[in-house]
């Protein structure tokens, strides 16, 4: 279905996705920046992003959610980690109480935008149930996440086309599949499977996680510090239990790139007295990589490592094995030096497929954006393209602080441009600087390790030196800071 200039609906600012960031920004412009005009499209049937989309057993945060729940609506469970449906249902209740819904328009799949330095907006073209939709807007901030909802990381596993068993990708989780009497095995050692181990488990003969290298991973509690402070409201609680959680964890973030090698003797000491004698740390829990470098995977008071012990005289029900995978044979998994798990089932819990910007193709004047020949400013911003925003989060906190941040910086910046009578924002790194910078220069945004993150190549980069906004970002309390207090106008060019 075609449309014509009468068809265009027009607004202020235009947030694309309606997960955490996009719920946190609309909240932020309806109450700092109320006199804009401003738009949710979401391309799902609701809100609620990842947790909306991912349904494996025990699927839950790997951040305490208050930190990576909203500053403005205190989270009510008494579970800091929690599992994805009241995750999901505190979004819903944060949108309905807020009257979050009337900006947002579901099943609005942005495919396009076209920047014009005449008319001054973006042009973006939508897909709404196979009928295309236009849009106009001064601002475009997208709340899209940083994977591929639709598409998993292609799992690079020898043979298994051999195999006769199910194999099960956790992105793409079967509602009716039964895996009672089954043996399992799950390959990864990250969030994914220190999460979904000990809840599939008690529901097959046996699991096993086959790493190929193990992640660091430490028992948390899953408590309010504060819970039995029955005299204090709950909105104190909340505010002191958010910023123990900040305070705590970027002290021990620090400590770990401080003292890097007694960060990790520590790790693997508290972990041997989580294991079964039948386990040993070395080579199961002595990963090759410094804390840190990669996240460390939260186990909520110990789950993982209680589902490896044996209960009331039975055999554990999960086991690990460390290996690299040989091929895939018929009925199960052959490791190099012979080893073989013999399998119903295999899940790929092997990273996600990294997607800057929901795959949106974006163009200046015409020209294609290949984003991942942009610098990151202000952790929201390409040099060169005009009143384009995208929302990122921490690699070694919570998302959310870092999107919200983002979010106050586009009530601030929106704010100063209105007062001045200008319309475009526009980053600009200095021509010379920018011919210099070479591939030795650039650092992914989330700057980790991991595999998934170095087979990115649609993602702008951070500068390893910049300096002011071209830096990356890291200091939570300082960012904070920043994003309210601090000149948001360097490297801008504004008119």
Request: glycine share 8%; aromatic share 12%.
């Amino acid at each position: 279905m075609g449309s014509s200039q009468n068809d265009t609906e027009s607004y202020d600012i235009v947030v694309v996705g309606a997960g955490l960031a996009g719920i946190n920004a609309a909240y932020r412009f309806k109450t700092k920046i109320p006199d804009a005009k401003i738009a949710v499209l979401e391309a799902r049937d609701s809100i609620g992003g990842t947790w909306e989309i991912f349904k494996y057993p025990g699927i839950r945060s790997d951040s305490d959610l208050y930190t990576y729940g909203f500053s403005w609506e205190p989270w009510p469970y008494d579970t800091p980690i929690a599992e994805g449906h009241l995750i999901l249902s505190y979004l819903h209740h944060c949108v309905k109480k807020h009257d979050l819904g009337k900006y947002m328009s579901f099943r609005h799949k942005v495919t396009g935008g076209d920047w014009s330095s005449e008319t001054r907006k973006w042009t973006l073209s939508v897909d709404h149930d196979g009928h295309k939709k236009i849009y106009s807007t001064s601002f475009v901030v997208l709340g899209t996440g940083y994977y591929d909802y639709d598409n998993p990381l292609p799992a690079i596993i020898p043979g298994i086309e051999n195999f006769n068993g199910k194999v099960i990708h956790p992105q793409f989780w079967p509602n009716d599949f039964d895996f009672s009497d089954k043996e399992v095995v799950v390959i990864g050692s990250g969030a994914t499977a220190i999460t979904l181990i000990p809840n599939l488990a008690p529901l097959t003969k046996h699991t096993t996680m086959l790493q190929r290298s193990p992640s660091y991973v430490t028992a948390v509690s899953n408590k309010s510090a504060f819970a039995n402070w029955w005299f204090l409201p709950q909105g104190v609680k909340h505010w002191l239990d958010r910023v123990r959680a900040i305070t705590r964890g970027a002290f021990y973030v620090s400590l770990c790139q401080l003292y890097p090698e007694q960060a990790r003797r520590r790790f693997i000491e508290t972990t041997a007295q989580l294991l079964p004698s039948t386990i040993s740390t070395d080579p199961h829990f002595t990963p090759r990589y410094l804390p840190w470098e990669q996240r460390v995977c939260l186990s909520p008071d110990g789950d993982f490592f209680k589902c490896l012990h044996g209960k009331d005289g039975q055999p554990a029900k999960a086991s690990v094995v460390t290996a690299t995978i040989d091929t895939v044979a018929e009925d199960g998994i052959v490791c190099q030096g012979g080893q073989k798990l013999k399998t119903d089932v295999i899940i790929t819990a092997t990273g996600l497929k990294m997607r800057w910007g929901g795959g949106i193709l974006f163009r200046v004047d015409g020209e294609l954006i290949s984003p991942n020949e942009h610098v990151i400013w202000d952790d929201c911003m390409m040099n060169d393209v005009p009143n384009l925003v995208f929302m990122l989060g921490y690699a070694r906190a919570s998302w959310t602080l870092g999107t919200d941040n983002t979010a106050i910086t586009v009530c601030r910046l929106w704010k100063d441009m209105k007062k001045r009578g200008q319309e475009i924002a526009l980053p600009k790194l200095p021509a010379q600087q920018l011919q210099h910078v070479g591939e030795d220069d650039k650092k992914h945004w989330l700057d980790l390790s991991a595999t998934y993150l170095k087979r990115d190549t649609t993602s702008p980069f951070n500068l390893k030196n910049g300096k002011g906004p071209w830096k990356a970002k890291g200091n939570v309390w300082f960012d904070w800071l920043f994003a309210r207090f601090g000149n948001i106008r360097q490297s801008l060019a504004l008119s």
